[in-house]
DNA sequence: CCGCGCACTAGACCAATGTCTAATGCGTCG
DNA sequence: CGACGCATTAGACATTGGTCTAGTGCGCGG
């Protein structure tokens, strides 16, 4: 039975991806390994890899920003350790990683040893933060922590549309992408909007903000 | 003619304004200071006293998050120097600040012998960072700074009914809140779509959040 | 095997949002 | 002063958003 160790890469930079999967190899050796560049294919893959032992997931894929992804995620699989990785690596962000249920931190600053290092100490069981970082007994914010219940609590379909929604998304468009009719959006939309506890969709999109991270802009000097 | 120096405090705390009031004597002696809790007392300090030398703007105030306050009045005065003041002091942050056109940043932890070297270089005219932060040669994201322009754009009215919006209200919620028709509200929307370039309020809200800054969520251990 | 709950689908209907047209008032420039 | 631009106001109308009701398919416990 016992297979090998099964890993998901989420991150919608391929080349990072590579980097992210090498490491795996290096530190677990032969490695089943599930790559996701998309939201949906990070939900096809946790719904049809039940047995993953592991995830990687990026704070910054296209439809998915902060930690609501990692929200949705861990109330389906609660006993799926999940390692954010992300190009941010302020210690204010890490906590909030870890308060919402990550098992690890790895900025994407970091050099491969360290990498591997995370990986390794996340996989045997514990938890895992860049070097210097204190995980004091802080606690998130009201909202944000009621917004993560919440949004831990939508269906697969719901919480895509809600991030859609998020992106600023007419009902018609959603429908149109999605490949069903306008009407089937709307019902979705009353589901969410219901289980989010807000009125209209201008609400539900701020929740979905409560829980974002603000996104490094990081383009340096003006070239040289 | 040559009056006193007059500033303008912005911050929802009273007993923050306060604080920062005495430093502006321990620096300048005698001032005139004009206080404002809210954004419209804010707007209105503005638009009555343009020969103000100086605004203290606290990032986080009922209402205003991030740096829409900043870009808004920087479009209005653009000669009146303003000094963001916030809990957060992430060197990220900072810069956004001055790349927003601040001339000088203040994290709420400073001592006030900081606060007051702080104040006195800006009122020389000089940009003033805390100790330790460089001012590196970044540059805005793309999408926030065509926001920032946008919004800078917005006549003050347009400009509070948007801030109304980023907070999930409706047309006639607003309306009602500003004395005015809903029909009034609508024809503000219409305009302040066409300003940021939009279609719907959802998206109109998105911009505005592109300003935003992560707030400091910094309640700390669970009480003693 | 059957019933039950739930996710998903959708149409009809009502409420909120956004557009178009237009009137008023105010400051500026000629 | 008078013409003009612009912010503000508002009503009529079109579009979008959201609720209600209801049918279908699927998994789970009796």
Redesign the pocket.
């Known amino acids: 039975m016992d297979a090998r160790t099964k890993i998901i890469v989420a991150d919608d930079h391929p080349l990072f991806r590579e980097a992210l999967i090498h490491a795996i190899k290096g530190c677990v050796g032969a490695a089943d390994v599930v790559e996701a560049a998309t939201l949906e294919s990070l939900q096809d893959a946790v719904e049809d890899h039940v047995d993953a032992d592991l995830l990687l997931l990026d704070l910054h894929m296209p439809g998915v920003t902060g930690f609501s992804a990692l929200a949705y995620i861990r109330n389906r699989r609660e006993m799926l350790p999940t390692v954010i990785v992300s190009a941010n690596d302020e210690p204010a962000t890490i906590r909030r990683a870890i308060q919402h249920g990550a098992s690890g931190f790895i900025p994407k600053s970091s050099g491969m040893e360290t990498i591997e290092a995370a990986l390794g100490a996340v996989i045997a069981g514990s938890v895992w933060v860049p070097d210097g970082v204190a995980l004091e007994a802080t606690r998130l914010d009201q909202k944000e922590q009621s917004n993560a219940d919440a949004l831990a609590d939508l ?4 919480f895509r549309v809600l991030l859609m929604i998020a992106e600023g998304l ?3 468009q959603i429908a149109y992408q999605l490949g ?2 306008e ?2 959006i ?5 589901a969410i ?1 219901k289980k989010l506890g807000v ?4 609400q539900a999109v701020l929740a979905v903000k409560s829980l974002d991270v603000e996104q490094k802009a990081f383009n340096g000097t003006a070239d040289g």
Request: aromatic share 0%; charged share 15%.
């Open positions: 269906t697969p379909h719901q007419m009902n018609k069903v009719s009407a089937t709307k019902a979705h939309v009353t909007l009125n209209n969709r201008t």
